[in-house]
């Protein structure tokens, strides 16, 4: 990254976090009759990047298996891409669930699929990535194959929400590949990290 970019980087960084008026908020303790869901989410499903990742990248892949990964949480490295908690995880805790097992340890530990699967892989994107894993529209696959399978049914998903996480990788590998960072460089500090939360 030459310094241009990477001064426009720290820039936009710097604006996003300082540009908003100090505000107090007074937090209140969430009621499910008050949920914006409409009902208590039972199940969750977790799709994207190394921001929602709990251990789907391959071991021999990532250093996300390797100290200094997870000696906050859970106390050893587990793949996830943070010392502790990832975005899953706090989804998880607000809404009262269990963190969603990684879609890779379905098999070897079934008894927590019923709480929803985590499909993200760190590195990847919407489209494809320089990682060779599964990009969203694969692991959007995964989930239905597994809806295919009734693995979960209708009454289930009616129950359930997804976590949806995007960050820089569609970006970085658009310029890797020799794409024009100007014209990214418009849509960076709009589009830096997005997390969102649907019913399904």
């Not at 996003?16 to 949920?35: A, D, I, N």
């Not at 320089?130 to 692991?139: F, K, S």
């Amino acid at each position: 990254m030459d310094t241009q970019s990477f001064l426009f980087s720290v820039f936009c960084f710097l604006f996003y976090f300082l540009s908003g008026e100090p505000q107090v908020v007074e937090g209140t303790r969430l009621s499910w009759t008050s949920s914006p869901f409409g009902f208590k989410p039972k199940v969750l499903f977790a799709f994207g990047d190394s921001y929602a990742d709990t251990g789907n990248t391959k071991i021999a892949v990532t250093r996300s298996w390797h100290f200094p990964y997870g000696i906050t949480f859970p106390g050893k490295p587990s793949g996830r891409f943070s010392d502790g908690f990832v975005s899953t995880d706090f989804v998880a805790g607000y809404l009262g669930m269990k963190t969603p097992i990684p879609y890779r340890w379905r098999k070897e530990l079934s008894g927590r699929v019923k709480y929803g699967l985590n499909f993200a892989y760190g590195g990847t994107g919407v489209f494809d990535t320089l990682v060779a894993e599964p990009n969203m529209t694969t692991q959007i696959d995964f989930l239905q194959q597994l809806i295919n399978d009734s693995v979960y049914t209708k009454r289930v998903l009616r129950t359930s929400v997804a976590l949806v996480s995007l960050a820089g990788n569609d970006y970085s590998y658009y310029i890797e590949t020799n794409g024009s960072a100007t014209v990214i460089k418009t849509h960076i500090c709009i589009f830096s990290t997005y997390f969102f939360l649907y019913t399904i």
